[in-house]
């Protein structure tokens, strides 16, 4: 359908009906419009699942890998097939729109909402994002870029002013965006930051360089609650303000056009745009286009069970890795995180998992009939209660596993009850005249002694235990960050004792209050172990054992949307816990479960360390594949590692009277550390496999006409005992550039498998955009002529062969971009040795 077509469907509405488009239905849907056929749009949460419409634990969700895991696996093809689950996940649930991907950076370690960005560096994440795109709208399923732009961590994030230039914004934040366009996207998200001054849902960031030079022809919606006010954002090219009914737009926009304030054709434009993604979706007319049916629930799982190998990185290996079955009569499995493991980030992309594996299931699964696992959790990790599930709590009224949920009116009478499976109520039902949420439960106490309860929400809430009150007070909201005041609201705690095992009711009322949510947590936790005593159970167990596989890793207090993180430890014991096992078994695994970079300080005394990230739902079964060698962890790093936060070179994310400067320009990431000249941890890119490989030959252009695209090939054979993969970057540097430049910067990379003993070549195509810059004076991309230095290496503190590059203005010798065979002595492996 064509712009002139659409156009004659939008001379069908008036003013008031056009602005009525403007604005979401609910929180999850746009408005309908019967007059032209255009029914309501349904959106849904979606980097880690689709969550559909309701925070409900009984419509439970296929659970992905987090984005860093994601960003880890540098594999397009598997990355597309997980976007084609999401639009899979979407047809199931009757959603349109999944707001996923999320093409924010990795700035700093201390981002909280890491787990959900790919990387580090734009080049990397641009081509994860796009890859994930075109998975998801190859099925009539809109994917959405967020958040644009520069909303790089969560500290002040509502109101916070960040301070870049528009050389570093093209450069490095615009650019995963701007690749996004290029695979086609059909929304774009805008933040609730500010960039240079201008909040971003009325930004000109959003005319240019998004709609005018990318030609983005789709619908840029506001993060929800993210459009403030009337006028602005109508100027500027935000098209859909999220969520409804209820907004700054509607009658207030009618009047503003009106007025003369606000051109009628700028509503004409947002509306073509939404009548544009309906008819895309299938929205628009008659018919409701025909999805691509869902994906079987078996190969569901065996594709996130591939995906949670393959993105799982081995960041150190002695000789452990991967650990043969038949050499093992005992396995200790030591840690908290083994039998309830982070599988996913906190925040407002949660999902209800349809079925956890945990590190301890997948073990024990491989090892049946094999060996004898054994789990010992180690002390505890120190953090507020869970919220209450199934396990240990029945509803008192059915008897039925889980909690009685009651509305009550203000005198207390009943209005409406419902069994439910978890004190986790971010969304209770509400009817007329609701003054009051309950969530009663009866608990089946697994030992004595000082439990801790906690209740989570804003306004008056009480706790009582057996009709004894544990707390009781007032909790005023004091934010306005939609995460904390519907997702994670703050968790207040009390202590009781319970003096036996005999079951114990336990009652949680929350009071609703104006502009705070509904949403209601009730937790409890048994008394904590003495640290030292569940230490020494886990070294006996340890020493007693073949080998050990210690899981440690963050928790959702430490890595969740609305917060950064303070630093980068572990916490809880953890490592004392992997030392002291380390120090009597040298055939110690550590297994680390987190969504970003933590530190750690016992890397070099263990025997191997393994990082699974936040890993879905296939976590125990991806996990064992990996240990017992059935597959070969396939992951590299989409980002740097410190050794410890003071070594980062860019570490602030907290904004100076609601500025945050990014000062460092273009140097983030692997960027930053080469530029200040330290050593990192692990490098990005860095990860290793299960076999060895030589680099024998690189075969790369020794000119280029600017603006063209060049191909380095590079030979190298598997010279280890099994099949592997390898991924072979592609770096350059421009050591006398008359502009600043990164020492070197991530320009490309492809992946090879192949058998034991044979030869692969990897083909790396880099694109032309590589080797160009943004002139502020001249407001345009340029590149400058002149020697530039190719590298190729495994990661980018591991370079295995460097050459030059001259690039020639304007058009350059026949068959120069991309020649082959390489330049005369650009074929052997020099410079950095093999």
Known sequence: MTDDTLDLILRKLDLVQKVRLLTGA??????????????????????????????????????????????????EELTEQLGGLLASEAARQGVDVVLAPTLNLH??????????????????TGRTGAALIRGIQAAGVAATAKHYVANDSETGRMHVNV????????????????????????????????????????SPLLAEPLKGDWGFDGVVVSDWGAVRSTVEPALAALDLAMPGPQGPWEESLVRAVQEGRVPEAAIDEKARRLLRLALRVGALGPHRSPRTPGIASRDTRALLRRAAAAGSVLLRNREVLPLDPSGLSTVAVIGVHAASPRVQGGGSAGVFASGVVTPLDGIRARLRGRARVVHVPGPSLGVPPAPLDTGRCSNPRSGAPGVLL??????????????????LQLEPPVVPGTHTVEISTVIRPEAAGE?????????????????????????????????????????????????????????????????????????????????????????????????????????EHTETEGHDRRDLCLGGHQDELVRSVAKV????????????????????????????????????SGLADVLFGVVEPGGRLPT????????????????????????????????????????????????????TWDYTAVHAPAEVTAGSPFTVRVRLRNTGTRPGREVVQVYLARPQSTVERPALWFAGYAAVHEEAGATATAVVEVPARALRHWSEDEGAWRTEPGAYQIMVGRSAGRLMWGGELVVQEGPGPAGVPGREPAAEGQGRLGLFGG
């Open 26 to 75: 609910s929180t999850w849907r746009t408005v309908d419009e019967p007059a032209i056929e255009l029914r309501q749009i349904v959106t849904s949460d979606g980097p880690a699942g689709v969550r559909g419409e309701a925070w409900d634990e009984r419509r439970t969700s296929a659970l992905l890998p987090s984005a860093s895991a994601i960003g880890a696996l540098w594999d």
């Open 107 to 124: 700035r700093t370690p201390l981002g909280g909402r890491h787990f959900e960005c790919f990387s580090e560096d734009p080049e990397l």
């Open 163 to 202: 301070r870049a230039s528009e050389r570093v914004l093209r450069e490095v934040y615009l650019a995963p965006f701007e690749a996004a366009v290029d695979a086609g996207v059909w929304l774009v998200m805008a933040g609730y930051n500010s960039v240079n001054g201008a909040s971003m849902t009325a």
């Open 406 to 423: 009651r509305l009550l009116d203000s005198e207390g009478h009943e209005l409406h009850s419902e069994h439910r499976l978890s004190g």
């Open 451 to 555: 439990w801790t309860f906690g209740i989570g929400g804003f306004g008056r809430m009480t706790l009582t235990l057996d009709e004894q009150t544990v707390l009781d007070g007032e909790f005023p909201c004091t934010t306005d960050d939609p995460a904390i005041v519907h997702v994670t609201p703050p968790l207040h705690t009390a202590r009781a004792t319970i003096s036996t095992r005999q079951p114990v009711r336990l009652v949680a009322r929350r009071e609703l209050i104006p502009g705070a949510g509904r949403a209601t947590i009730v937790a409890a936790a048994p008394p904590e172990r003495e640290a030292a005593a569940a230490l020494t159970e886990a070294v006996e167990a340890a020493r007693d054992a073949d080998a050990v596989i210690v899981v440690v890793g963050t928790t």
């Open 585 to 620: 078994n040298p055939r110690t695994v550590a297994v680390v479960n987190s969504g970003g970079p933590v530190e750690l300080p016992w890397r070099d005394e263990v025997g191997a360390v393994l990082l699974t990230w936040f890993p879905g739902q296939e976590a125990g």
């Open 640 to 691: 740097t590692w410190a050794a410890s936060l003071p070594d980062a070179p860019v570490t602030r994310s907290q904004p100076i009277e609601g500025r945050l400067d990014y000062e460092e320009g273009l140097h983030i990431g692997h960027r930053a550390w080469l530029r200040t000249g330290g050593e990192p941890a692990y490098w990005f890119g860095h990860g290793l496999g299960y076999t």
